[in-house]
């Protein structure tokens, strides 16, 4: 089956970086939209990015200036890279897919199990 995969999470300092990756796996013919969102303890997941196949990105205000999403379309390898890391940053990182075509049928919507990010003070 389709799966999403994210690494590269863990501790980082504040005002610090990181690089996300998401890589979904199977016999994948095509993704419309693939995204990052975040939960932290108590509140609810929320976006961060979005891109889509055409190239389209869209970020969320907290993070604006600060993200970058982007994809090796070819691979099905999702990137998110933060820079100027905040305390609001920390958060479970979940990878996102939404409109995939794979060879014997296709998925609405699919989800990674999330990559803890933990900004340190």
């Known amino acids: 089956q389709v799966q999403l995969v994210e690494s590269g999470g863990g501790l980082v300092q504040y005002g610090g970086s990181l690089r996300l990756s998401c890589l979904a796996s199977?016999?994948?013919?095509?993704?419309?939209?693939m995204g990052w969102y975040r939960q932290a303890p108590g509140k609810e997941r929320e976006l961060v990015a979005t891109?889509?196949?055409?190239?389209?990105?869209n970020y969320a205000d907290p993070v604006k200036g600060r993200a970058s999403i982007s994809t090796d379309y070819s691979k099905k390898v999702l990137y998110l890279e933060m820079s100027s890391l905040k305390l609001e940053d920390t958060a479970v990182y979940y990878c996102?897919?939404?409109?995939?075509?794979?060879?014997?049928?296709?998925?609405?919507?699919?989800w990674g199990r999330g990559t803890q990010v933990t900004v340190s003070s």
């Open positions: 891109i889509t196949s055409g190239g389209s990105t």
């Open positions: 199977g016999n994948i013919l095509s993704i419309k939209t």
């Open positions: 996102n897919a939404v409109g995939i075509e794979a060879v014997l049928r296709t998925y609405p919507e699919v």
